[in-house]
């Protein structure tokens, strides 16, 4: 199954982590790299809705959290026991932030389409 993540924090908590203890959380990312993974951080979002042929756009998030999207990953996992293993030792699940995780709906790989 896919899994889709969002990670969540602010780089400063991160910061206060002993050098060690960095490492060893940049090298759970490798590890989920390894096995297939992508994951990549995140710049300052642009919302965007489109209305009526009218398309508005603002500076920053749709949705606004305790702390800053940080990052995502996309990982493929037998099941979500796997994936919540693999993202609690994550730089974000550890240094104060959190990691949401979004089972997909499909593999994808297919078209999106809606069903009728």
């Known amino acids: 199954m896919r899994y ?18 960095q490492e060893k ?18 710049r300052p979002a642009t ?4 209305a009526s042929g009218k398309v508005i756009t603002r500076a920053g998030p749709f949705a606004v959290g305790t702390a800053p999207l940080a990052g995502f990953s996309f990982i493929d996992a037998k099941d979500l026991d796997e994936v919540i293993e693999l993202v609690s030792k994550t730089p ?5 932030g959190a ?6 709906a499909d593999d994808g790989k297919s078209p999106n389409r809606i069903a009728k």
């Open 92 to 96: 974000c699940a550890v240094a104060g």
């Open 25 to 42: 959380l940049f090298d759970q990312d490798e590890l989920i790299r390894k096995r297939g993974g992508v994951m990549g951080t995140v």
């Open 4 to 21: 889709l993540c969002l990670a969540y924090g602010d780089g400063k908590d991160f910061h206060l982590l002993a050098k060690s203890e």
């Open 99 to 104: 990691v949401e995780v979004w089972p997909l």
């Open 47 to 50: 919302t965007v809705h489109s």
